[in-house]
């Protein structure tokens, strides 16, 4: 009854939208049954469409499938991107890949559905698909067909029960088919009350796809989730252990709220750090990016070197500090050890007559031409006369001053005042 009233409904939403555009003599009827070749090949074709993910690798997906299919002789048209139809080679073939489902390529959910001969193939569902779940921690004494249906109805649409023994003992694990919407987060457990206690039963997917640890939908993550952001969940402000991998039905263990439960974790209370579900790594630098910070790092290279040639001519009257006369570069580089104090004396008074033979020539008036060539030569002289430790005679022995030899004029002395010198030595002779 629902159903006709909505396609009454529907009919006459087209026919006003329509308006005069078009008329009762477009109406067209198609008599007689279905022929029966093409109920047989509907009987074994399936729908397939990827939840979330429309563009794939078509070769790759298909050789894929047919490797997990165990079945070479499926064939696969593409209706539209992400969306395909799929043809057995028999209908029993067919419902076993229907039956061992779901099935998922590169972790992203295939949906299939049965083809319907009268249903176009826009007007498939795919938000819903049937899924495997696992009822964990359900006591041995209840598992049951009844008690699994009712708790397995509080997930979906319950579509089949089994009572599986664990190997070849008796006990028995209880399972069920559910049709799960897509839309709606996973359900975690529930609450069982028995005649005396309460019990915390869990669920357990098989075949889970890839889903968000942090809204709990199927077909993304959680650095792409739009029900929450991730600014405020994982690592931020929502519940920690949310959802995780223990969903999984390879995942034998309690979640943290059956845990919680039984009293074998503490309860983590909000705001507490959290291990999100995927790793950030750091986002690689562009090509722009990297020029843009080696611009900026020159800039500030040539605004340190221009403040530095501004201080060396303001403060030419200031000492320079030895230590920085003092590196040593080349490969005779031995280390400052090798360095004694006689030395660096040294070092420091050849420093201190450059800088007093500079202030001469200032105080001289001799223009600014002459400061720059006399800089530029003090440069290259601090190079020339870089320290090299190799004991401090060698260093003395380079350090002598042969112009400070021929300061003292040499005069001849006659024998009158040779004579005179002789008589009375602490007398200094008479000079011209």
Aim: net charge negative; glycine share 6%.
């Amino acid at each position: 009854m629902d159903n006709q009233y909505v396609e009454e409904r529907r009919i006459a939403d087209l026919c006003k939208s329509l308006g005069d555009l078009w008329s009762e003599d477009d109406v067209v009827d198609i008599p007689g049954e279905i022929p029966e070749e093409n109920l047989i090949a509907c009987r074994k074709t399936l729908y397939g469409k990827f939840f979330n993910k429309p563009n794939v690798n078509f070769t790759a997906f298909i050789s894929t499938m047919k490797k997990a299919w165990r079945n070479d002789n499926v064939t696969c048209a593409v209706i539209e991107p992400g969306y395909y139809s799929f043809s057995f080679p028999s209908e029993a073939e067919k419902q076993r890949i229907l039956d061992a489902g779901p099935w998922s390529f590169s972790s992203n959910l295939l949906v299939l559905k049965q083809c319907d001969p009268d249903t176009p193939d826009v007007c498939y569902d795919f938000n819903h698909c049937d899924f495997w779940v696992n009822l964990f921690g359900l006591p041995f004494g209840r598992v049951t067909y009844a008690v699994v249906q009712e708790i397995a109805s509080k997930i979906g649409d319950v579509v089949e029960v089994k009572l599986e023994a664990k190997g070849n003992s008796t006990y028995k694990v209880g399972r069920a088919r559910v049709k799960i919407n897509l839309e709606n987060p996973l359900k975690t457990g529930v609450l069982v009350n028995l005649d005396n206690k309460s019990l915390w039963v869990e669920f357990k997917y098989e075949r889970l796809p890839h889903y968000c640890y942090s809204c709990g939908k199927i077909g993304h993550y959680a650095t792409t989730c739009k029900e929450i952001p991730y600014e405020e969940t994982g690592l931020a402000a929502n519940l920690p252990g949310r959802f995780g991998h223990w969903l999984r039905a390879e995942a034998r263990e309690l979640s943290p709220y059956g845990k919680i439960f039984y009293g074998k974790q503490e309860f983590q209370q909000e705001g507490e750090e959290s291990v999100p579900e995927t790793p950030i790594l750091p986002v690689p630098e562009t090509e722009q990016q990297q020029h843009d910070k080696h611009m900026q790092k020159t800039q500030q290279m040539g605004v340190l070197d221009s403040a530095e040639n501004s201080r060396s001519k303001e403060c030419n009257h200031t000492f320079p500090s030895p230590a920085l006369t003092l590196e040593e570069k080349g490969p005779q580089k031995r280390g400052s050890s090798c360095i004694d104090e006689e030395s660096v004396m040294v070092i420091y008074e050849e420093q201190m007559k450059e800088i007093e033979a500079e202030m001469a020539d200032q105080s001289a008036g001799r223009g600014l031409n002459r400061d720059k060539t006399k800089s530029a030569k003090l440069s290259s002289s601090k190079k020339g006369k870089r320290f090299c430790p190799y004991g401090a005679q060698t260093s003395k022995a380079a350090t002598v001053d042969n112009t400070q030899l021929v300061d003292t004029p040499i005069r001849v002395v006659n024998k009158s005042e040779q004579w005179a010198l002789v008589a009375s030595p602490n007398k200094p002779p008479n000079h011209p």
